[in-house]
């Protein structure tokens, strides 16, 4: 079952360190706090108990990947208690290859939340940035707390796993419902029980102050980071707490802060619907559409048919797992991450609408990080420990969820009602949420650059205008085109823009707009 993951990725051939984003959270009915409440205050200079922490030495040693070096880095489990018990994060590096004069740290993070910054380092960013901007930086990354390297959480073995992404998403009476609730309380309940330790502080408030401590012990006066999709909210909660630290930060396919949950899914809801629209549009120009040739509205009708055809009658795969509405969905959805997947999924959808399943199959695979020993990444239970934490849930209750179900499918005809579902997941979750949404102006910071897509599957372009309207010194930058984020994926335009903002410190002009 897809939730709300908001993650960086070039192409499909990049589920490795992270292909999309969006993990359900949500925020519901009941009472929760307003959108305009105060987020957390900006932080002082380390506390007595911290310098510690600040003052650690990382030792750095091979970690097996050709011109990356590898470290831990000790940070408190509880910011409240530092003196108690430590988690240790996984940090990699590449040096500056030069030419030129060093600038310092170039921190990246590929967004999720739950995807892997180490790997995403080492198998895109430290080898693919521009060359001009790796000349100049040390590529750095750490993995947040809870995910990956980082004492992952840990929520259910691959078996289960196999069957909590199988279960019905589109329930169609309260039997169905409570399978779904189950699956998801099921969920949680592993959860709790394999990382009940460190569930309760995976916030992306403590991963920004991981960040910090991070930032001085390379010995950098002031962050520089490129944050991608849910990285955008871990920039930006960083300039919040540490706007005179801030030196140039990059945050591309914005989140908004300032949203509910529900909202936040919703209008994910709608940008995976225009998403898919363009990608209609461009199918049905030809002649190996597998969803017709009239019209986008007519491919979404029979990609809905086609769906609850699946939904009655699963199709084989030559896998143990059938192909079904939930898995189908998913494989769908991978697609809208990058224009680049358009062909796969018209190939996919082709076998599936003859009867073999194994090519969707293997895009719902590539979403939810699966192997094929069966195993998975801890990319989907970071993503709902994270989320869960961050905001309050999107629903409370099934009857939440069917109220809001007409909003969804209005905005999106396609994916509405099992995205609404979906947000049920923080409904069960074990560890109170301990943020809110709130604007984020982050008042003293230097120019921020918000980069934003317009036509963005995951992260809408509606909320990089919206942060970068926010932020006391934010610029936005925008790229009109397709797929999810827009630096370092074919525009020339934007990398330019984007290139001489971290080599120079010098933000785009307002208003600046790339194809």
């Known amino acids: 079952m897809p939730t709300r993951r908001l993650l960086r990725t070039s192409t499909l051939t990049a589920a490795a360190f992270g292909l999309l ?62 003196q108690g018990e430590q988690v240790r994060l996984a940090v990699a590096r590449a040096a ?8 310092g740290s170039l921190l990246v993070n590929p967004g999720g939340p739950g995807g892997s910054a180490v790997g ?20 750095v990354a750490v993995d947040p707390r809870g995910v990956a390297r980082s004492e992952p959480v840990e929520c259910l073995d691959g078996r289960a796993m196999d069957a909590h992404t199988q279960v019905d998403q589109t329930p169609d009476d309260t039997r169905e419902q409570d399978r779904l609730a189950a699956a998801f309380k099921t969920f949680a309940a592993g959860c709790a029980q394999r990382s009940g330790r460190v569930l309760p502080h995976v916030s992306t408030v403590e991963a920004a102050r991981d960040m910090d401590i991070l930032r001085a012990v390379l010995g950098d006066e002031k962050l520089t980071y490129v944050g991608a999709s849910y990285g955008t909210f871990l920039g930006a909660t960083y300039a919040e707490l540490f706007p005179s630290r801030v030196g140039r930060l990059v945050l591309d396919g914005a989140m908004d802060p300032s949203l509910t949950a529900e909202e936040l899914n919703r209008d ?4 995976f619907e225009t998403a898919f629209r363009s990608f209609a549009a461009d199918c049905v120009e030809r002649p190996d559409c597998p969803l017709g040739s009239t019209s986008p509205e007519d491919a979404g009708a029979r990609l809905r048919r086609f769906f609850a055809a699946l939904d009655r009658e699963p199709v084989p795969t030559g896998d143990a ?15 809208m991450y990058d224009e680049a997947a358009w062909p796969q999924l018209r190939e996919a959808l082709t076998r599936a609408m003859g009867g073999e399943g194994s090519a969707l199959l293997a895009l719902a695979d590539a979403y939810y990080e699966r192997s094929p020993d069966g195993t998975y990444s801890n990319l989907m239970a970071a993503n709902a420990a994270v989320n869960c934490l961050d905001q309050p849930p999107a629903f409370r209750s099934a009857a939440a969820v069917g109220t809001a179900v007409p909003a969804f499918e209005k905005a999106s005809p396609v994916f509405g009602k099992g995205l609404a579902w979906a947000s049920l997941n923080c409904a069960y979750w074990p560890a109170e949420a301990t943020g809110t949404p709130h604007r984020i102006t982050a008042e003293g910071a230097p120019p921020i650059l918000v980069v934003g897509t317009t036509r963005d599957p995951a992260t809408p372009y509606k ?18 085109g397709d797929g999810h984020t827009a630096y370092g994926r074919g525009s020339d335009c934007i990398d330019t823009a984007v290139n001489r903002y971290l080599l120079e410190g010098t933000p785009p002009p307002a208003g600046k707009r790339c194809r």
């Not at 995403?120 to 590529?139: C, F, K, S, T």
């Not at 797992?321 to 697609?335: F, K, M, N, S, Y």
């Not at 909320?463 to 009109?480: D, F, K, N």
């Open 21 to 82: 984003l969006a993990g359900c959270t949500g925020s519901s009915p009941a009472p929760t706090a307003s959108a305009s409440a105060p987020g957390p205050a900006p932080a002082a200079a380390p506390a007595a108990a911290l310098r510690p922490y600040y003052e650690q030495r990382l030792a750095w040693r091979d970690c097996g990947a050709p011109g990356f070096q590898c470290a831990t880095l000790k940070a408190p489990l509880d910011y409240a208690k530092p």
């Open 96 to 103: 500056a290859t030069g030419p030129g004069k060093r600038l």
């Open 120 to 139: 995403y380092l080492q198998g895109y960013a430290g080898i693919a940035y521009p060359a001009p901007v790796r000349a100049r930086y040390d590529m």
């Open 268 to 271: 994910q809801t709608a940008g």
């Open 321 to 335: 797992r059938p192909l079904g509405e939930a898995l189908a969905t998913t494989g769908v959805i991978t697609a």
């Open 463 to 480: 909320w990089a205008r919206s942060l970068a309207a926010q932020l006391s010194s934010g610029t936005l930058l925008t790229y009109e």
